[in-house]
């Protein structure tokens, strides 16, 4: 079994920064795909930025130049550093990974979320 555990959320005036944190334990081989959805109240669940264990990155247009994944293969973490935070970044954010627990089979995990709140 794999859990994702994020740290970092809370409340922040706009134009403030946080860092999310991810991190993955349990039966890892490895991690290929890393990525941070939110969810705002009333909107679906969105793709916010995803990052690949070569470190190819992809960002939803909203965030672009605004934020930053990353991540530290070694330690199974993801991370999301927020600027220039606005009101509309408001939303309980996810992590999620595919999780190889062998060479050739690999699951989805969603982490539990992290409130983040940008308001003044």
């Known amino acids: 079994q794999v859990q994702l555990v994020e740290s970092g959320g809370g409340l922040v005036q706009p134009g403030g920064s946080l860092r999310l944190s991810c991190a993955a334990s349990?039966?890892?081989?490895?991690?290929?795909?890393m990525g941070w959805y939110r969810e705002a109240p009333g909107k679906q669940r969105e793709l916010v930025a995803s990052?690949?264990?070569?470190?190819?990155?992809n960002y939803t247009d909203s965030v672009k130049g605004r934020f930053t994944i990353s991540r530290d293969n070694a330690k199974n973490t993801v991370y999301l550093q927020m600027n220039s935070l606005k009101p509309e970044d408001t939303a309980v954010y996810y992590c999620?990974?595919?999780?190889?627990?062998?060479?050739?089979?690999?699951?989805?995990?969603w982490g539990q979320g992290t409130q983040v709140t940008v308001s003044s």
């Open positions: 999620n990974a595919d999780v190889h627990s062998n060479r050739w089979l690999f699951q989805n995990y």
């Open positions: 349990g039966s890892i081989y490895s991690i290929n795909y």
């Open positions: 990052i690949t264990s070569g470190g190819s990155t």
